[in-house]
Structure formats: C-alpha cells, structure tokens
C-alpha cells in the first residue's frame, strides 16, 4: 500500500542528463524529507541528496555538487533529481527514500525499488 515508485533512469552518454522521479503512492511526501542514495558494484551506499519536508533546506553530495539539482511539488506527490554533466562514476543503482525526520537526517526510512543509472559511451 505504501510505496515509492521511480522512475528516469537509464542510459546516457557522459555529459548527457537524466531527470529521476519519485512519486509516492499510499501516503503523503510533504511530511517527510527525501533522499536519493546510489549504491554500485563495489561500492558503498553513497548519499546524493536530500531536500526537507518543506524543501528549505537541500544537501548534495560533494562528488555531485553543481551538477545534480533535487527539487519536489508537493502538490503532485513527487520529488526529482535532475542530474546533469553526468559522468561515469555516477552509474549506480539510484533510490529514493522517506528519511524519518521532516528535516534530512541523512538516514533511510523507507524506500523505492531504485533504478540503473549507466553513463557510458
């Protein structure tokens, strides 16, 4: 019933951009803040983003600073990550998730079923 459905993901060449969505589906966003973390092969789970409730308040990642843009409506139940000038570091599995706080904790709650992300020529 609760869920967080993704969307955007795929193949780009580097350089190129990707817009991601996360659209709740059983509850209401605007009570939670949201993050986006990538997990690739041989990596550790790595926080991209995070936007508050009241999307006041943004963090971002140092490896994607200036070139990813998160942003949310309320209104449509949904928040995005634009990502630009993307490179091929930032191939990952990509997710969403509620953090348990209004504010960005920088912890998960729940989240989506993620999806692939590959820059790659």
């Known amino acids: 019933q609760v869920q967080l459905v993704q969307s955007g993901g795929g193949l780009v060449q580097p350089g190129g951009s990707l817009r991601l969505s996360c659209a709740a589906s059983?509850?209401?966003?605007?009570?939670?803040?949201i993050e986006w973390f990538r997990q690739a092969p041989g990596k550790e789970r790595e926080a991209v983003s995070c936007?508050?409730?009241?999307?006041?308040?943004?963090y971002y990642g140092d490896s994607v600073k200036g070139r990813f843009t998160i942003s949310r409506d309320n209104a449509k139940n949904t928040v995005y990550l634009q990502m630009n000038n993307l490179k091929s570091e930032d191939t990952a599995v990509y997710y969403c998730?509620?953090?348990?706080?209004?504010?960005?904790?920088?912890?998960?709650?729940?989240w989506g079923r993620g999806t692939q992300v590959t820059v790659s020529t």
């Open positions: 936007i508050s409730s009241s999307g006041g308040f943004t």
């Open positions: 998730a509620t953090d348990p706080g209004s504010d960005c904790t920088f912890e998960y709650d729940s």
């Open positions: 059983g509850f209401t966003l605007d009570r939670y803040a």
